[in-house]
C-alpha cells in the first residue's frame, strides 16, 4: 500500500522540475514567484488527489473482493456438494486436489472427513487470505499457481481432481491446456463445477480480479468441449451423483460434470 503514493510523488518530482515554462518565466516576468506558488500548488492538489485516489481504489478492491467472494456460487457450491460426491465417489476421495478459488476452505472441510487427504490450488492472489489459509499455504497443502501453466505435480498423483469456477474464466485457447493437465493429474476421475448461463453476471470488480469475465457457458457446449479433449463423461458416477444428490436434497445451483482420467 505505501508503494504506491511514493511512486506517485517520485513521479510527480520529476515532472515538477521539467516543467518548461517556470524556468524562463523565473527570469523574465515580475508574476514569477507567484507563478510558482500556483504551480506547487496545483501540484499539491494533484499529488493529494492522486494519493486519496490511489488508497481509495486499494478500499474499493478489498470491499469488493469480498464482496464477490459472497457471489462465488459454485465455490460455495462445491463445499456443499462434499458430503454427495462422498456417496458417489467412496474410496477415490482418498487423495484429492482441488483447484478453484477460495480452496482453503475447500482443503480444510475436506480433511476434515475421514481417511481424506487434499490439496488445493489457488488461482488468484490470497492477499487477503486469513492466517488458517496461510497456514496451509506454508505447509505445501496450497498452492498459489496460475493454472494456465501446467501444474506442477506427476501424472496421476491424485485420485480424484475437482474444479469449481475456475474455468469459467479461462478463454478456449487457455482451457485447451488446463483441463488435460487437470485430467493428466488425476487417476479416478475429474469433476468440474461451472457457472450457469444467466446465473451469475459479470462484475467489474471479478473482471479486475481475474482479469477477464466470467464466461458461463451451456451444458451442451461443455459436453462437445470435453469431446473435442477427448475426455470421456463417467455416466455411471453422473446417475450415482443425482440420485444421492435427490436424496439427500442438495440441489446443485452450478453443473457438474463427472469425467474419467486419461487412461
Ligand atoms: C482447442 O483444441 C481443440 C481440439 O484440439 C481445437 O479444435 C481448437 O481449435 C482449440 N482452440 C483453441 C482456441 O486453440
Not at 8 to 21: E, K, Q
Not at 45 to 65: D, L, M
Not at 95 to 117: A, I, R
Amino acid at each position: 500500500m505505501s508503494r504506491r503514493p511514493v511512486g506517485t510523488g517520485r513521479r510527480f518530482g520529476d515532472s515538477g522540475s521539467f516543467f518548461p515554462f517556470s524556468g524562463s518565466s523565473h527570469s523574465k516576468s515580475k508574476s514569477s514567484p507567484l507563478l510558482s506558488i500556483a504551480l506547487i500548488l496545483v501540484g499539491a492538489v494533484v499529488v493529494i488527489f492522486i494519493v486519496k485516489g490511489g488508497s481509495g481504489f486499494i478500499t474499493v478492491n478489498r470491499v469488493a473482493f469480498s464482496k464477490v467472494e459472497g457471489d462465488f456460487l459454485c465455490t460455495l457450491e462445491v463445499q456443499r456438494a462434499i458430503p454427495v460426491l462422498k456417496k458417489v465417489y467412496g474410496d477415490s476421495m482418498r487423495k484429492v486436489l482441488h483447484v478453484g478459488p477460495d480452496t482453503c476452505s475447500m482443503v480444510s472441510k475436506l480433511v476434515k472427513e475421514e481417511e481424506t487427504e487434499a490439496w488445493g490450488v489457488e488461482p488468484y492472489d490470497i492477499e487477503d487470505a486469513d492466517a488458517t489459509c496461510k497456514g496451509l499455504v506454508r505447509k505445501g497443502l496450497v498452492r498459489v499457481a496460475d493454472i494456465k501453466f501446467p501444474l506442477p505435480y506427476r501424472p496421476k498423483s491424485f485420485s480424484l481432481v475437482i474444479v469449481s469456477e475456475a474455468l469459467d474464466y479461462l478463454s478456449p485457447k487457455y482451457l485447451n491446456r488446463t483441463l488435460p493437465d487437470l485430467a493428466r493429474v488425476s487417476s479416478d476421475g475429474l469433476i468440474a463445477f461451472t457457472g450457469l448461463p444467466g446465473r451469475q453476471k459479470a462484475k467489474v470488480a471479478e473482471v479486475s480480479k481475474f482479469g477477464r469475465p466470467a464466461k458461463m457457458r451451456s451444458s451442451s457446449w461443455w459436453v462437445k468441449y470435453f469431446m473435442q479433449m477427448s475426455l470421456e463423461g463417467n455416466e455411471a458416477a453422473a446417475k450415482k451423483f443425482e440420485q444421492a444428490a435427490t436424496k439427500m436434497s442438495y440441489e446443485p445451483s452450478c453443473q457438474v460434470f463427472h469425467l474419467k482420467s486419461y487412461h
